[in-house]
């Protein structure tokens, strides 16, 4: 199998997992607000907040610190993707997400 499958794989699976998170957490990826929000969240989501999310007996709240554990493998594998020359991206789900990152 070539790294060109390896990354598109990748990252099919990571959009899966993002994916059940999000129906855990009840959010509708079609939705821009809950998007939006979700995204602003995970850009203040530090190891701190992983830590106190963690040691927490709140689901909701672990659910979201391993889905935005999700979001920055997710970035991580794109950007290696990127740097072998790899044209790779997510799905639906994923660009739902992404396009508030990065506003």
């Known amino acids: 199998m070539s ?3 390896n990354h598109w794989a990748e990252v099919a699976n990571i959009e899966l997992e993002l994916q059940r998170y999000m129906i855990a957490l009840g ?3 079609h ?3 809950s998007m ?3 995204a602003a969240e995970s850009k203040n ?3 701190n907040n992983a830590q106190m999310a963690y ?3 709140d689901q909701m709240l672990i659910t979201k610190a391993k889905l935005f554990g999700l979001v920055s493998i997710m970035i991580q594998t794109m950007e290696s993707a990127a740097l072998d020359n790899r ?4 799905g639906e789900v994923w660009k739902a997400f ?6």
Do not use: C, I, M, R
């Open 87 to 90: 044209d790779v991206h997510g």
């Open 31 to 33: 939705d821009e607000v």
């Open 36 to 38: 939006a929000q979700l």
């Open 45 to 47: 989501f530090g190891p």
């Open 98 to 103: 992404a396009k508030h990152l990065y506003t």
């Open 55 to 57: 040691a927490s007996n």
């Open 27 to 29: 959010l509708d990826w």
């Open 3 to 5: 790294q060109t499958e």
